[in-house]
């Protein structure tokens, strides 16, 4: 017995011994609850704050505990709520005891083992949450709500739970709010779950629920919200919607849905959200806006959808955001779509969209729009330059992907808001404009994979959202994903702009010039790529200055000099990668380095990890496979125009032939 556990034993020995000296109106506490919460309170592994060492019967003004003002006996426990203390351990069966409890929080901490059958024999509990936390096992075969009758909240969300869906749900008739997201769950939804004719909210999402989503589900009349995203749910759609008159939230993004969209789906006048995102369900979009009129966000993205991009969408004049990403879609952006005065969050990636001064010139009259995606469009098309275009709320713009010609457009200065901007896998030319160092909010630049040329700005270590941290990130609505596309690389999906690691990739352009010392002013910088260009200069020993740095990639240039020493205080530094260079002396040894692979050495006669090295200022460059290509290339042409220039000398001396 632990000191907790023998401070409790003292108080219930005091109790029991010595009845006669305590009033009444002195017992705030049931001797009772007070020995249920002690064993409670033994079963855990760490302590409750404001219920160690306390010698006190008065349980009613610890921590989490609420009373009732019952005074016969003692005030009872009706409420025990000690969520987010970091406890470590197991429930036991003395909670049992608590028999007037009703609501029960044991969320966001570390409790463990399998759900204890007597949490529902308490008969007067209301409110069950141990969401985020590791219990594991079956939640079946438990009782639920046989002796519990008046249970209204079940929330065991993110734990590890399995098996299936528990069957005696039925049981719990005035349930309102059943959260199972998270789990391990398995299997087909029993059919007693919508027996449930109070539910509201139902969320599954994250688990392996399997089989088609049954008519049933029509049953549940008063669901305002349905969340079952990321499962593996497959079938079609039920046409049921029209008897989930109350529906305001749907979610079924990550199954595997097939087929049309429900008539009664897309005419759901109680709808605000609707994602689907991630399924493959086919033909056209046919939400019809005009019965949909309180809908506020629609993701469609990632489905089998063909067609012109649907006009019907401009009517949904509250939309928020809209995400139609990844379809078979085609065509130029609807001259209506300039009526979505509400719009913020717009995603139409990878639909073959055309013609981009068209949809920019558009999509500049949504005066709210704060997050645009274009990536995977307009290929092979020029940069509109046009300086009439504003977007004054553009937070985020990803246009990567593209194929784009021209330059960097001068219109994209007037977006004061920036703080992310993707520019990647086009063919964009010129240099980079110094005015990205006007941006006060910018902390994600990537320009990679372009055909950029002259000196990094020097503006670029001037971004005050990479040099202070009072930098704040407008994050879009949680049902709106950032997809990244890569050329042979994964697509990245984000559902906030914070996951984005402070960034700027300036790699795989033409760059000169050297890497400006002033970069180590941006300590929040955590990716710094400037591999593939034509760099030269030592790197500043100033780069220690960078403390959040996570990523420095310098090969492939034509750095100069050694390595500084410096470097070793990055801390958090786990790729580091100088290949290539024309670098010399002895490579740093401690910190980080001593975990960083030889290849990110290679490629530089001049280093090596001797105690005693000669920086040499004559080496024979080592080129690089992108040169030795170039050079591949290059040799038989220069060794075929000398033959040929050879060989045609002889041909006219042997001719004859005079010149002129």
């Given at each position: 017995m632990g000191y907790r556990g023998f401070c409790l034993y003292l108080v219930l020995l005091a109790l029991s011994l010595e009845p006669q000296n305590l009033k009444s109106e002195e017992l705030t506490c049931n001797p009772n609850d007070l020995r249920a919460l002690a064993g409670f309170s033994n079963c855990l592994e760490s302590a409750i704050a404001g219920w160690n060492g306390t010698i006190t019967p008065d349980c009613c003004t610890w921590t989490g505990i609420t009373c009732d003002n019952s005074t016969v006996s003692?005030?009872?426990?009706?409420?025990?709520?000690?969520?987010?203390?970091?406890?470590?351990?197991?429930?036991?069966?003395?909670?049992?005891?608590?028999?007037?409890?009703?609501?029960?929080?044991?969320?966001?901490?570390?409790?463990?083992g399998t759900l204890p059958a007597e949490l529902f024999r308490l008969q007067n509990i209301e409110i069950i949450d141990l969401s985020n936390n590791d219990f594991l096992g079956s939640i079946n075969n438990k009782g639920m709500c046989t002796i519990s009758t008046r249970i209204q909240v079940l929330n065991f969300s993110n734990n590890h739970f399995s098996g299936q869906v528990p069957k005696d749900l039925a049981n719990c008739t005035f349930l309102n709010h059943l959260s199972f997201d998270g789990n391990s769950l398995s299997g087909s939804l029993p059919e007693t779950l919508f027996q449930l004719k109070y539910l509201s909210e139902l969320n599954l999402q994250g688990n392996s629920i399997s089989g088609a989503l049954s008519n049933g589900i029509g049953n549940l009349s008063n669901l305002v919200k349905l969340d079952i995203s990321s499962n593996l749910f497959s079938g079609v759609l039920p046409d049921i919607f029209g008897s989930l008159a109350r529906l305001e939230h749907f979610s079924a993004m990550s199954n595997s849905f097939t087929g049309l969209l429900p008539n009664s789906l897309v005419n759901s006048p109680s709808l605000q959200m609707l994602n689907l995102n991630n399924n493959s369900l086919s033909s056209t979009i046919n939400i019809n806006c005009y019965s949909m009129k309180n809908l506020l966000s629609l993701d469609l993205g990632s489905n089998l959808f063909h067609g012109p991009i649907p006009n019907s969408l401009s009517s949904c004049r509250r939309l928020k955001t809209l995400n139609l990403a990844h379809n078979n879609l085609s065509g130029k952006l609807p001259n209506n779509y300039r009526n979505l005065k509400s719009l913020t969050h717009l995603s139409l990636s990878n639909t073959s969209l055309n013609n981009i001064l068209s949809a920019l010139r558009i999509l500049q009259y949504c005066r709210n729009l704060s997050m645009l995606v274009l990536t995977m469009n307009f290929h092979d098309e020029q940069m509109p330059n046009d300086e009439n275009l504003h977007f004054k709320n553009l937070n985020s713009l990803i246009l990567a992907n593209c194929k784009l010609r021209g330059s960097i457009p001068q219109w994209l200065s007037s977006?004061?808001?920036?703080?992310?901007?993707?520019?990647?896998?086009?063919?964009?030319?010129?240099?980079?404009?110094?005015?990205?160092?006007?941006?006060?909010?910018?902390?994600?630049?990537?320009?990679?994979?372009n055909s950029l040329e002259g000196e990094i700005p020097k503006s670029l270590t001037e971004l005050q959202s990479l040099i202070s941290e009072n930098i704040t990130i407008d994050e879009p609505v949680s049902s709106f994903q950032l997809r990244t596309a890569r050329q042979g690389g994964p697509i990245l999906s984000y559902r906030q702009i914070s996951s984005f690691r402070p960034t700027l990739d300036l790699s795989y352009n033409n760059l000169q010039g050297p890497i400006w010392p002033d970069f180590w002013n941006l300590k929040r910088l955590h990716v710094l790529n400037l591999k593939e260009n034509n760099l030269s200069g030592p790197i500043p020993n100033n780069l220690s200055g960078m403390t959040g740095l996570e990523k420095l990639d310098l090969s492939h240039n034509k750095l100069s000099g050694e390595i500084p020493r410096s470097l070793v205080n990055l801390s958090f530094v786990s790729t580091f990668d100088v290949s290539y260079n024309h670098l010399c002396g002895e490579i740093p040894e401690g910190g980080q380095f001593d975990t960083f692979p030889s290849a990110s050495f290679e490629g530089n006669n001049g280093l090596c990890r001797a105690e005693y090295c000669i920086c040499q200022s004559d080496q024979t460059p080592i080129h690089s496979p992108r040169e030795k290509k170039r050079i591949i290339i290059g040799l038989p042409f220069e060794i075929g125009a000398a033959t040929g220039f050879v060989l045609t000398v002889i041909y006219c001396f042997m001719s004859r032939l005079s010149f002129p």
């Open positions: 003692g005030r009872r426990v009706v409420g025990l709520e000690i969520g987010s203390k970091r406890l470590t351990g197991k429930i036991c069966e003395s909670l049992a005891g608590l028999n007037q409890l009703r609501v029960l929080n044991l969320s966001h901490n570390f409790i463990w977006c004061h808001k920036l703080q992310l901007l993707d520019l990647s896998w086009n063919h964009l030319g010129g240099s980079v404009p110094s005015w990205f160092g006007n941006f006060e909010s910018l902390f994600y630049l990537d320009l990679s994979n």
